[in-house]
């Protein structure tokens, strides 16, 4: 697919990873609807780009957001499934100075499946069946997972959410390919967004250590590789891994 033929939408992409893609496909001339719950983000968006606030935990919220973005552009023919949040906690600690044993809270199991995995589809959903009504062709979804869906201590809720997306690739790939709509993923290692900046320092600066590449990774790294599914029209059902080799 041309970059300039999109219409597509971009969630979470009022700041980091998803602002970044917004104002590429932008520049490269394509429409793009932006939705995200960060309004004050959204509002400093370049003009050009189309924004509306958008919890995609809420399938109201989803619906209508998809309606307007649809409208708005006159179709859709593609989506950046972005938004995510984190909630980090050991499902069970033990302090080794009280000896207290606390738990993973279930609200933040929740919030963290309700935007990452449950948002995530319900977008999906929603932005296909609009595709599909209007019997759009091609198409493409590219969903934003993570080199954490291969297991990371601390990261419970986040690791299942971004597993079952790449898992979910694979498995709407193959519902919509009759439908001329490929679906693809990228997955992250450590990059510099206001979501890793907001890491414990310590936890950080180990991690980028770690990565075989010597640095933290840039926004425009995996906007290469968003770029590479979209355009690649023989890309299909697989997930990009974009680390520095930190999950080899």
């Known amino acids: 697919m041309e970059l300039r033929d999109l219409r597509i939408v971009v969630t979470g992409g009022a700041q980091g990873m998803g602002a970044h893609f917004a104002m590429r496909l932008a520049e490269a001339g394509a429409r793009v609807a932006v939705g995200d719950v960060n ?98 062709r091609p198409g493409v979804v590219v969903n934003i997972s993570s080199i954490a869906r291969h297991g990371n201590r601390g990261q419970s809720n986040y690791v299942a959410a971004k597993a079952a997306l790449a898992a979910n690739t694979v498995t709407w790939a193959r519902e919509f390919a009759p439908f001329g709509i490929r679906v693809g993923a990228v997955a992250p290692g450590m990059i510099e967004t206001p979501m890793t900046r907001g890491m414990n320092q310590k936890a950080r600066d180990a991690l980028v250590a770690a990565v075989p590449a010597g640095r933290i990774g840039l926004p425009e790294d995996v906007w290469r590789a968003v770029r590479f599914v979209i355009e690649c029209d023989y890309f299909d059902a697989r997930c990009v891994d974009v680390d520095g080799g930190l999950a080899m």
Do not use: H
């Open 39 to 136: 309004e004050a983000g959204l509002a400093e968006l370049p003009g050009g780009i189309a924004r509306r606030r958008l919890d995609v935990a809420s399938e109201e919220d989803v619906a209508a957001f998809v309606a307007w973005a649809a409208t708005e552009m006159g179709g859709l023919n593609g989506l950046v499934n972005n938004a995510g949040i984190l909630r980090d906690g050991l499902l069970v600690r033990k302090d080794r100075e009280t000896g207290l044993v606390t738990t993973l809270r279930r609200a933040d199991w929740d919030a963290v499946i309700g935007v990452n995995l449950t948002g995530a589809t319900l977008m999906v959903r929603e932005v296909v069946a609009e595709m599909v009504r209007r019997s759009t």
